[in-house]
């Protein structure tokens, strides 16, 4: 593992932290932010609903933070004790310990969350880059995971160009420099959000802020590459695959194709209408109630809502 600070500047760091707080600050539903302790380092998560109840660990992609994950910390609150940790490396506050790809260190990590929560197991799911991250935690701690939710998840089929290009060594390097120097403007992070959502639907400023800040600011890290067919084939939770119609970084049929031929536990591999890359937020109704259906046709009954939250 490396450890590095991941911001160009002080100001950049304490930029991105400002933007946190005020996303966290819009949150509708009381919840709880916690740090704990891990073999990687501190960890920061939010949490929400009550700890009686079925546990939804959410593992965002690279890059980003659990603040992504708001509209399920919202929502899903009263079904579930909803668990977001800052995965270790990226933009939020946990420690900058960068893991590697290729073992088991992130599924480790994930234990030790839910170790140092007191949590036994948990419905797992993963976005993007965090796809594998959920994977990494089923295969090496199958315990601890009840049933897995994979949205447009890295991992099982090349990129796309040119988005493959990343995965030369350098290629990051190369645009993190030229992003903080040259391109890093607000301009340029409307297209990336508009290249990355639904053509429908409108531009989030709140996204249009983050990304801004991320070109200008923060040192990207590669994304991962393919997971070993020894490792799905080793995936004993039962498992729900969600692709976007939208999805720019993955041919969704490939996906589909690679997951039909290696996963036992398989339930159901699904588009989701009208939605991009970041299908939670796009279409964060129908993403919050297939989880729910999923879960309960799957591994156990949801409590309702509790009206005093």
Known sequence: MTTTH???????RAALDDWYCRAIKRMTVPYASHTVHTRCGPTHVLTTGLPDRPVLLLLHGINTCAVVWRPQLEALSDNFYVVAPDVVGFTGWSAPTRLPYHDTSYGDWAADVLEALRIESAVVAGSSGGGPFAVKLAVSYPERVRALILLNTAGFAPLRFPFRLTRIPGVPTFLNHLNHLVTGRPALARLLVRGGIAPE?????????FSALLLRHYRRYGPPGLLRDSELRAITAPTLLLESEYEVYYDPARVFARAQSVL???????IIPGAGHDANKDQADWFNARLRHFVSDTVFSLPVADSTL
């Open 264 to 270: 036992p536990a398989l339930v159901a591999a699904e």
């Open 201 to 209: 639907l409108p531009l989030d400023p709140e996204r249009v802020e």
């Open 6 to 12: 991941h911001c160009w500047t002080e100001a950049g």
